[in-house]
């Protein structure tokens, strides 16, 4: 049991950083869950014209006074429905009290804050080994506490490839510093939260969401809605409404759990059952090392790097492991607490 946890947890980092440009090689075992799934890509994608000054500006408060002057005016948010169209209420938008009601749901005073969009319907599909495509009707929308949801339906041939977010992000497409958060079939559905920083991955948490979650359904063609309320630096994950889990970048590391070593057999005087056994035991070796190696790595990593993004820019997103993978975004909207 203890490997089990192992794999899916390392495994589940390693979907995150697989190729996220960050320097650490995959953190995973050589049980066939080889890590070669990625997931959220190192920048928001430039899906619109002004998402090009994402990536040239490095002032926050700079891009928000461009989102202001370039915001449409705000419409009313039923329209998303009818029109599919999208939607960016202001301060005195109504707010539909379906949103209310999940509001206080996350414990969030529906009276204290503002819609930051309500995005319409949207499909994000990729057909390549370690594909990936991120997209938000509003790229320019900053983000401080906030919260954010979505109904995801995911359509994926292999379990390692998954939906998400990415948020608070600075939208440097070489080196971004940002959080992230991708929903996975695999093994039976986990949701990962990441940190990076300067496009190294420093930390990852993963969620066992199936575990948690009563509704949670990892099947192909399933939906599960997945919300992420941003505190501070306090991230809490909820899954169909029931609480995953909290984290915080300034959490201490775990400690390292490494896989137990192969059993030793009880017949060593056959050669060949020996010479097996002498090459797992070289492997878990080798495995071990590698993995101390790379812990470590990660820990001054976190001792140096920024781990605390105030706040910055959001986006949905689909990443491949390999294959076709779609990712469908519904009924997903950003609320904006206090002042931002």
């Not at 430039?46 to 040239?56: G, K, M, P, R, Y």
């Not at 994000?124 to 339906?153: C, N, Q, R």
Request: hydrophobic content about 40%.
């Amino acid at each position: 049991m203890k490997n089990r946890h192992y794999i899916l947890m390392y495994f589940g980092i390693a979907l995150l950083a697989a190729s996220l440009a960050c320097n650490f090689t995959p953190l995973a075992t050589d049980t066939g869950n080889e890590a070669t799934a990625q997931a959220l890509a190192t920048s928001i994608a430039d899906n619109a014209t002004l998402a090009a000054e994402i990536a040239s500006t490095s002032e926050i408060a700079q891009v928000q006074a461009t989102a202001t002057e370039a915001a449409p005016a705000p419409i009313a948010t039923q329209a998303v429905q009818e029109t599919g169209s999208a939607v960016e209420p202001g301060p005195t938008q109504t707010v539909p009290a379906e949103i209310r009601g999940e509001l206080t749901l996350y414990g969030i005073d529906p009276a204290q804050g503002q819609l930051g969009w309500v995005h319409p319907p949207l499909s994000l599909e990729v057909d390549e080994y370690h594909g990936t495509k991120f997209e938000s009707e509003f790229p320019l929308t900053v983000a401080k506490d906030f919260v954010l949801t979505s109904d995801i339906t995911w359509d994926t041939e292999y379990g390692g490839s998954g939906c998400g977010f990415v948020f608070r992000s600075d939208g440097k497409t070489g080196a971004p510093s940002q959080y992230m958060v991708v929903a996975s079939r695999l093994a039976d559905g986990h949701v990962f939260f990441a940190v990076m920083s300067q496009g190294e991955l420093v930390v990852g948490k993963d969620f066992y969401a199936n575990g948690i979650d009563p509704k949670f359904d990892a099947t192909n063609g399933s939906t599960n809605r997945l919300t992420v309320v941003g505190q501070g630096m306090d991230f809490t994950f909820y899954s169909n409404g029931t609480k995953l889990g909290e984290a915080n970048p300034n959490d201490p590391l775990p400690v390292l759990a490494l896989p137990d070593p192969p059993i030793r057999p009880d017949n060593m005087l056959d050669p060949a059952v020996a010479a097996a056994y002498r090459r797992e035991l070289a492997a878990h070796r080798a495995l071990i090392n590698r993995l101390k190696d790379e812990y470590d790595q990660r820990v001054r990593l976190w001792r140096t790097v920024n781990k605390n993004f105030e706040r910055g820019f959001v986006a949905m997103g689909v990443a491949a492991q390999s294959g076709r993978t779609q990712c469908d975004f519904n009924n997903s909207w950003l609320w904006l607490m206090g002042e931002q």
